[in-house]
Nanobody, 120 residues
């Protein structure tokens, strides 16, 4: 099944930018939904979502500052984060939707996460 590996996290000053990448071990072209979530103090919340036809959805707190995109040819989902704020700090996880390949279907899955720390 398709597994996910995130990268691009780090320490940045408020107002700065980071670009997170989520590389899949296989094709994401037929996976309907890919998402980024942020976990803070054990609570994980949706940050952004992109569908296979390019529709996007953002949490109110990041709309206008973050941009999610997907490159099916590279099997990669990106999260461009601009105008970062201290409240954006957390562990960012990539998630893929469930999918079927031939006769086999696979449940949704998460990556291992990448830490983003925004200093004020």
């Amino acid at each position: 099944q398709v597994q996910l590996v995130e990268s691009g996290g780090g320490l940045v000053q408020a107002g700065g930018s980071l670009r997170l990448s989520c590389v899949a071990s296989g094709s994401i072209a037929k996976i309907k939904t890919m998402e980024w979530h942020r976990q803070v103090r054990g609570e994980r919340k949706l940050v952004a979502r992109i569908t296979s036809d390019g529709r996007t959805l953002y949490a109110d707190s990041v709309r206008g500052r973050f941009t999610i995109s997907r490159d099916n040819a590279q099997n990669t989902v990106f999260l461009q984060m601009d105008s970062l704020k201290s409240e954006d700090t957390g562990v960012y996880y990539c998630r893929r939707d469930s999918y079927c390949s031939g006769a086999a279907c696979h449940a949704g899955a998460w990556g291992q996460g990448t830490q983003v720390t925004v200093s004020s």
